[in-house]
């Protein structure tokens, strides 16, 4: 299983609203309706915890998608009602807005 993480941000403060309203209404069930999606969740940063005078959040929202075959998702990123879906929520968010790196989780005695 590929454990991807996406960060980004919305165009503005109303396009953040809107996405947000977008992400429950629509993204998420559709992402978590994949044969290929593991698990899907979503998270919008509230807040920067750090010392003062440091308080600009670098990424308006996080997510972690979970991939239980990597060959699907590939096929599946090139289909049209994929690409369609793809422009769909792009509208919300700045021109190069997703940073899409692959991890693994790390555990004591592995």
């Known amino acids: 299983m590929a454990t991807i993480f996406i960060v980004y941000n919305a165009k503005d403060a109303k ?3 809107d ?3 977008y992400l429950k209404e629509k993204k998420v069930p559709f992402v978590r309706s994949q ?6 969740d979503i998270y919008r940063m509230d ?3 750090a ?3 440091v308080s600009n959040l670098p990424y308006q929202f996080v997510a972690k998608l979970e991939i239980s075959d990597l ?3 590939a096929k599946a990123m090139q289909t ?14 700045e021109a190069d807005p997703n940073k899409w790196v692959m991890g693994h989780k790390i555990e004591p005695g592995t």
């Open 15 to 17: 396009s953040a609203d």
């Open 19 to 21: 996405y947000e309203k």
């Open 35 to 40: 044969p290929f999606v593991k698990s899907y």
């Open 47 to 49: 807040k920067v915890l």
């Open 51 to 53: 010392p003062p005078g």
């Open 71 to 73: 060959g699907l998702f």
């Open 80 to 93: 049209p009602e994929m690409q369609e879906f793809v422009s769909e929520y792009r509208a919300y968010l």
